[in-house]
């Protein structure tokens, strides 16, 4: 069955008589195939993946790496195991390979070897185009350094590790044009050194990395307070680029942007897919790019020059993490799996799973685009045209709107006058859109919106 594609301007037809009323907010079509996928991750494969990597005791980055049942090391060997099992059934549709890199800091006294386990699956049509899927599979107790004491590390991070290894596993089977990754790190807890290495793998590899979906914390439903919603994940990320210049920061606070970094408008399409295609999922935009003062493993992809999103549950329980399992006053503490909400996690793991394949199905985002209009009526939006591209929606906003309001599909252009709609009053952005209808998250011009890896400024 054909079904049709996004680019039908329908929304056009309708003579409306004000200058902007005339479009419809956006609402993309939804594709069979996401919807499929969109209730597809098993809670008992999750269970499964989360009750393995308990049992390792302890996974934290300065622990055993000999053993074949305790420790980081047996931990990491079993990850590979599953993802080549993965890459088995799908005629070795998967390479695994494990960067790594020999640190030594303030939480790592010896120098000791950080590795990742990384599952890619090339894409057919745009392969150094990447997607980007990572979860931490190192533990922590109370002490930060203690390597020994049972760190069951069930939430913080099994859960992200599950997930991502449970989209490995449905996108196996599942085509995709650009290629998706999927990363088990180490070394988060001493200092985000296996989002390190990963970025640092993909500017190597020369990936364009549109987007990492950093999974981390993504498994409970139940808050310290005592509120209890399985209903609402956040997506953090940040508003302007880490790596900005001065001069770009300097052309951005006078001309707008602030609230329009790529990893930003990756967060928003998120929010999109997540109306779209999980109902019951409250996708809840914050604008930082972590939660205060703590971090995440998409900061070292965001000071590559790639834009990242963290996305974690909505209610932390604090008793849960970084803790020493004991109970103390009638607490439970620690990281235990009973703390894991099974349902909960899989439509998390559902929304990075839909995301990843509409991702991975859409054309890349557009890159040049600009706008302009001043002492006009009227907008003009131009932008480079992309590869797979059936056509472009220019999409706009009022200015202190957190989601894209309007749309115009306009054809397979590389610049459209958007009559009547004053440059001054709005923001602007572009997508691009396939002939299936799979779109591209939007772009906001310049600098401060370009999906293109800005590499850090060379110090003088
Ligand atoms: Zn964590």
């Known amino acids: 069955m054909r079904y049709v594609p996004l680019l039908l301007p329908l929304a056009l037809s309708l003579a409306v008589s004000t200058a902007y009323a005339d479009e419809a907010p956006v609402q993309p079509r939804a594709q069979p195939s996401l919807l499929a996928l969109s209730t597809a991750p098993s809670e008992a494969e999750l269970h499964a993946t989360i009750a393995k990597l308990v049992s390792f005791g302890t ?102 590790v599950a997930a991502l290894m449970e989209a490995a596993r449905l996108l196996s089977k599942q085509d995709n044009d650009a290629t998706l990754v999927f990363a088990a790190l180490s070394g988060e807890e001493q200092g985000l050194y296996g989002g390190k290495v990963l970025a640092d793998y993909a500017v190597q590899q020369g990936w364009q990395v549109q987007a990492d979906l950093n999974n981390d ?32 920061a300097k052309y951005r606070a006078y001309h707008g942007g602030e609230v329009d970094s790529p990893s930003r408008n990756v967060a928003r399409y998120m929010e999109q897919i997540g109306s779209t295609y999980l109902p019951d999922l409250r996708v809840h935009m914050v604008y930082r790019t972590d939660r205060y003062s703590r971090g995440g493993d998409q900061v070292p992809f965001l000071e590559a020059g790639y834009p990242g999103v963290r996305v974690t549950e909505g209610h932390e329980d604090y ?103 004053v440059i001054d009053d709005w923001f602007f952005g572009v997508s691009a859109v396939s002939a299936e209808g799979y779109e591209s998250p939007v772009v906001f011009p310049g600098d401060a919106g370009s999906f293109e890896r800005s590499p850090a400024p060379k110090s003088p």
Not at 225 to 245: A, H, P, Q, Y
Not at 399 to 414: E, F, H, L
Request: proline share 5%; glycine share 8%; net charge neutral.
């Open 59 to 160: 996974r934290h980055t300065l622990s055993d790496t000999t053993s074949d049942k305790r420790g980081i090391g047996a931990a990491r060997r079993w990850v590979k195991s599953q993802f080549e099992a993965i890459s088995k059934e799908c005629g070795g549709c998967i390479e695994v390979v494990t960067p790594s890199q020999v640190f030594t800091g303030k939480r790592v006294p010896q120098p000791t070897e950080v590795m990742d386990v990384v599952a890619i699956k090339r894409g057919k049509t745009d392969p150094k185009r990447v997607i980007v899927m990572t979860g931490h599979l190192d533990s922590r107790v109370t002490d930060v350094m203690n390597a020994k004491s049972d760190a069951p590390g069930a939430n913080d991070d099994a859960s992200g």
């Open 217 to 248: 914390i993504v498994g409970n439903s139940h808050g310290q307070n005592g509120v209890l919603d399985n209903t609402t994940v956040r997506i953090f990320s940040e508003g302007t680029k880490s790596n900005e210049t001065p001069e770009q």
């Open 319 to 421: 008793t849960r993490q970084h803790q020493d399992l004991r109970t103390d006053k009638g607490i439970k503490y620690g990281d235990t799996i009973d703390g894991v909400d099974f349902r909960y996690l899989a439509r998390v793991t559902a929304l990075n799973t839909v995301t990843m394949a509409a991702l991975s199905r859409a054309p890349a985002p557009p890159s040049g685009v600009s706008t302009e209009g001043a002492l006009a009526t009227d907008t003009t939006v131009h932008w480079k045209k992309v590869p797979g591209a059936a056509g472009y929606v220019v999409h706009w906003r009022d200015t202190t709107a957190p989601q894209w309001q309007y749309s115009r599909s306009v054809g397979d252009v590389d610049q459209a006058v958007i009559k009547d709609v």
